[in-house]
């Protein structure tokens, strides 16, 4: 265990928290500690928001060339700890370790130079009329990230805001924590200025609602639950913050009737359970045309038969457990859930998979013959459960997708990708994939409804960390 894991970030600085209060980060392959911090408090938040606010002035005023030689180093020291990262991520929240080294690790690396280069092309200032019309940082930032893909969300918070000349607070997940301090220790050899980042481990209720209602915070950008999302803007209102949120999601996956249903159904059952499903924008919902429900229903059986639970230290391991018990729980309640209110049983269900008898492992599991007023197609499970649900035109599919209260992501396939293209400008989401493409970093990645507001990624999330500023008459000055 690193010597400041039960230490805080502040100021440049490793430093105790105000009262010591110990915390064991659990391995949910094995159910056992694999490390240990400590929780913070209002009193650590003080310090770290105190220290932002006296760096922000240097900082904020550095020019884009001494903000890019920043970013750059950040990447080189990033490369070195690649491996530490990886195994950090896998030992925490239980991702496969080849997973967790080859996408979850690569993926901050990925925001950070996405960053470089939005910044390398910005311009802060121009003329409108007469008018200066100029860019300017936001101020200190507070974030609160997930657990689930801990690097990604880190960076692509911190990346951006850095790029921008903000100052930030940032509160990783008490679930995994780990990998938070290995990229503090890397912005920290990276020579970030003392104050600019700042790090607090802790709950959300104390230092997350501290963070939300401290008047010296400029901006809260959080990731994590709907739920946790309307406490950071309740907790924000009374300073009139502003609020980004990336929340959750029930995306729907759209079979047009034109696609190779086996071939397509094997592509959206692994993307479903994908980092044992803990992906706020997974393709949970699969919707196919109801007279190929039967032909659907087999290829899903079959895919998932190659799903080889186990050991994420073992290099055949395709999904690994939950993070955490009460993940565990909450997976096999909605389970359970889905088979009292009648959905067919096609894979999986509760429980560990045979073998398994200790860690948070769950079967991935296939519903079929769902309708969209049950549970599981309405709630985010955030688990390997695929729910099929069958349509009988494409202008009800497309109703089905959104009939939901989220609006994250969306999925649509077709022999025909101009049809395809016609049918996602019809959903309510913030992103849509088509044929299986890829996410594109610099691109914009967010909500509609009841999945956030805001925007991440790219050039609209780096333009979240900045305010508009209009100088009249500067142009004839």
Known sequence: MSDNNLKFYINGRWIDPAVPKKLDVINPATEAPCGAISLGSGADIDKAVSAARAAFDDFSRTSKQERLNLLNKIVDVYHSRLDDLGHAISDEMGAPLDFAKKVQAPSGLAHIKTAVRVLSEYEFEEINGSTLMRKEPVGVVGMITPWNWPQNQIACKVAPALAAGCTMVLKPSEIAPLDAIIFSEILHEAGVPAGVFNLVNGDGPTVGEAMSGHPGIDMMSFTGSTRGGIAVAKGSADSVKRVTQELGGKSANI???DVDIAKTVKGGVFG???NTGQSCNAPSRMLVPIDKMSEAIAAAKATSAKISVGDPRDGGTTMGPLASKMQFDK???LIEKGIEEGAE???GGPGRPDGLDR???VRPTVFANVTNDMTIAQEEIFGPVLSIIGYASEDEAVAIANDTPYGLSGYVSSADPE?????ARRLRTGNVHIN??????????GGYKQSGNGREWGVHGFEEFLEVKAIFGAAAA
């Open 255 to 257: 079979l047009l009737d």
């Open 272 to 274: 479903c359970v994908s």
């Open 331 to 333: 997976v096999n309640r």
């Open 345 to 347: 049983l096609v894979t």
């Open 359 to 361: 860690g948070y492992y």
């Open 419 to 423: 049809r395809a293209a016609n049918v």
């Open 436 to 445: 299986g493409a890829m996410p594109d970093l610099s691109a914009s990645f």
